[in-house]
């Protein structure tokens, strides 16, 4: 099982993520979507396509751009649409 937490409050945990390149992309269902707003912040991965993001508020706190996903990803990275990966620098994974 992998945590996501951020402040030391659990935002996101599942036993099966997608590791690609070295970050666990989460199934979409395993987020806790009441933590999340959708982020203005768009960047595009040339072999995954255009990522869309999320911020984070917890107990007040707000972190923009905490994670991203790939709504309609190219071919190539089907295998994680919707999937939602986070900094490492943000949070705290284990």
């Known amino acids: ?17 997608v590791v690609v390149e070295g970050n666990h992309y989460f199934p979409p269902s395993s987020i806790k ?6 982020s203005n912040t768009h960047t595009t991965c040339p072999w995954k396509g255009q990522a869309s993001y999320y911020n984070a508020q917890v107990d007040g706190k707000n972190v923009n751009d905490v994670a991203w996903y790939y709504p309609t990803p190219k071919d190539a990275a089907n295998n994680i649409k ?3 990966a986070f900094y490492k620098n943000k949070v705290s994974i284990a």
Request: hydrophobic fraction near 40%; aromatic fraction near 12%.
């Open 33 to 38: 979507k009441e933590y999340f707003s959708d």
């Open 82 to 84: 919707g999937y939602v």
């Open 1 to 17: 099982m992998v945590k996501v937490t951020l402040d030391g409050t659990l935002i996101a945990e599942s036993d099966a993520t």
